[in-house]
């Protein structure tokens, strides 16, 4: 096995390194956590200069049919209070996301029935029709193929599906026995397929995760070559059976920050609210290490506490202007700057 600076100048040469050569990454000291870092942020500038997108996330519903064991919000959460944006609170989010800059909407929801294709093509024409220079970027697990199109169709612009662990057997640790691995990778390809521009993603630290299987995600990711990767720790949720697990580590994310930055220079890589809730600076030191994306929250402030896919969020108490200007304190205090923007990935 070569050295520690030999892999991170073979990973930026865009070399296909092998499993055991990620392990080595992965599980490399500090020195090593410090090099890619450095050169992750390096490469963020070259490809993004000190540009910050903002997508403005709207959380329309939290009514999930499915039981992802980790999440809060999953079917089998009977202490969950349920709740549905209505349609025009879905555009009044919209109209004041627009007021303050962002020029991408995400909706994010469960997997609720209740917002059948019908519903959800009313509501992306709705916003395509207003803003017709926004993204529209949806976020809504899996489904048909032919939902994906009606939806691409409608003029969505993007999907987020994080694939959440690229190893058959630690998916189905993660997941109930109806939920797998390999219908979540064909839901990311037929998406591909549609001319989506397409993110995948996991969270570091999940439950039974091991270092293996981080590798095995980045070779996953080599391989779907995404525009957008979402990634972040996990947090226990005390309604969830892993509530006594401990989260994924501050260090470790950041270092898979690196990693994805290097390998993949011109992918979308947020900074997300799950590295906020673990560290006061999280998102901060997330773009110090490769992230150029911001997600903070458009959703009234309202139904924000409902929309807790894992305990101690931040960011519930706040209106989205707030959340917008202490973004932009933030962020300016690394000396990077939000624009204005639909943000569209140069990994194409
Ligand atoms: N901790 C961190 N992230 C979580 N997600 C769901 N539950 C948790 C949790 N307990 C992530 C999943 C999902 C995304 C919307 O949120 O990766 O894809
Ligand atoms: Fe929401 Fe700081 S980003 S309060």
Do not use: W
Not at 161 to 177: D, F
Not at 190 to 214: A, K
């Amino acid at each position: 096995m070569c050295s520690m600076t030999e892999l991170v100048e073979r990973l930026r040469r865009g070399e296909a390194l092998s499993k055991p050569e990620l392990v080595a990454l992965i599980e490399g000291d500090d020195e090593t956590g410090e090099e890619l870092r450095a050169l992750a942020e390096k490469i963020r500038i070259e490809n993004y200069g000190h540009d910050i997108y903002v997508r403005g996330l709207i959380e329309f519903s939290n009514y999930c049919s499915q039981n992802c064991r980790y999440c809060g919000i999953r079917a089998g959460n009977t202490d969950c209070m349920r709740y549905r944006l209505s349609f025009d609170d879905i555009m009044h989010c919209c109209a004041e996301g627009y007021e303050l800059g962002f020029r991408t909407f995400v909706l994010q929801g469960g997997e609720d029935p209740y917002f059948t294709d019908e519903r959800m093509c009313a509501i992306i024409t709705a916003i395509r029709e207003k803003y017709q220079d926004c993204a529209i970027t949806l976020s809504l697990g899996e489904k048909p193929r032919e939902s994906y199109q009606r939806f691409f169709d409608s003029g969505a612009d993007r999907y987020l599906l994080r694939h959440e662990t690229a190893n058959p057997e630690h998916y189905a640790k993660l997941h109930p026995v109806r939920q797998t691995l390999e219908n979540r990778v064909r839901c990311l390809y037929n998406l591909r397929d549609i001319g989506y521009q397409v993110g995948c993603g996991f969270m570091v630290g999940s439950p039974f995760q091991t270092s293996e299987n981080l590798a095995e995600d980045l070779l996953f990711i080599r391989e779907l070559n995404p525009q957008m990767i979402g990634i972040g720790p996990f947090i226990p949720h005390a309604q969830t059976e892993f509530r006594d697990f401990p989260p994924g580590s501050l260090r470790l994310t950041l270092r898979m920050l690196s990693i994805l930055r290097i390998m993949l220079p011109r992918v979308l890589l947020p900074a997300t609210t799950a590295l906020a809730t673990i560290d006061s600076r999280g998102r901060e030191k997330g773009i110090l290490a490769g992230a150029n994306v911001v997600m903070p929250n458009l959703s009234p402030v309202s139904v924000r506490k409902k929309y807790q896919l894992y305990d101690n969020k931040v960011c519930t108490g706040e209106e989205s202007a707030q959340c917008r200007f202490c973004l932009e304190q933030r962020i300016n205090s690394i000396g990077c700057r939000i624009v204005t923007d639909r943000g569209d990935s140069k990994n194409r």
